[in-house]
């Protein structure tokens, strides 16, 4: 068995569970701005994530860590979730559990994931244009819209959505002119 799919047959039932808990709770819009801040930090802070999947350090020490940075930050429910996940030795899978989380509230929420790839800053005009032809492209009720920059695009940018990605960068017509030319 792969290592993702491991990680996934961890994360699904927790994610499921956390979603219920939320439903019940009436805190899923809540819970889904927290997990997210939760991931933004793990994902910048890559000695949090080594600390918390380090099974040498005790669970005693990985909560006060979980309290010192989140307590009064997120939901109480939210933390306890996290704090049961140190004590099931499942809070390694953070990370995992969240991605997945999000996703199932997506496919909840019917909202499409769009990445968009660009050189330059987008303003909010031109970001809220793209997200409705998004929407049309798509037939989504809402669209999460992930920008990243990418300086070897060299201008124009590129959109990934699922499996699909449209390519509208200047170094995407120049690999393409360049295997044009290299055919003939």
């Given amino acids: 068995m792969s290592n993702q799919s491991f990680k996934e047959k961890i994360a699904v039932p927790y994610a499921e569970a956390l979603i219920d808990h939320a439903q019940n709770l009436n805190l899923l819009k809540e819970a889904t701005k927290d997990l997210s801040s939760i991931l933004a930090i793990l994902s910048e802070s890559k000695d949090l994530q080594i600390l918390l999947q380090n099974p040498v350090i005790n669970g005693f020490t990985k909560k006060e860590i979980l309290r010192h940075l989140f307590d009064n930050q997120v939901n109480n429910f939210i933390m306890n979730f996290l704090l049961v996940l140190v004590d099931r030795r499942r809070i390694s899978f953070l990370y995992s559990i969240i991605e997945k989380y999000l996703e199932l509230i997506y496919l909840l929420e019917s909202t499409t994931i769009a990445e968009l790839y660009s050189v330059i800053d987008v303003n909010e005009i031109q970001q809220e244009s793209l997200i409705q032809k998004i929407?049309?492209?798509?037939?989504?009720?809402?669209?999460?819209?992930?920008?990243?920059?990418?300086?070897?695009?060299?201008g124009g940018f590129v959109i990934k959505i699922g499996s699909k990605i449209i390519d509208a960068s200047l170094a995407g017509k120049l690999k393409t002119m360049s295997l044009y030319l290299n055919t003939n």
Wanted: aromatic share 0%; hydrophobic share 45%; charged share 25%.
């Fill in 135 to 154: 929407k049309i492209m798509t037939n989504s009720n809402q669209v999460k819209l992930v920008i990243r920059k990418d300086a070897n695009l060299i």
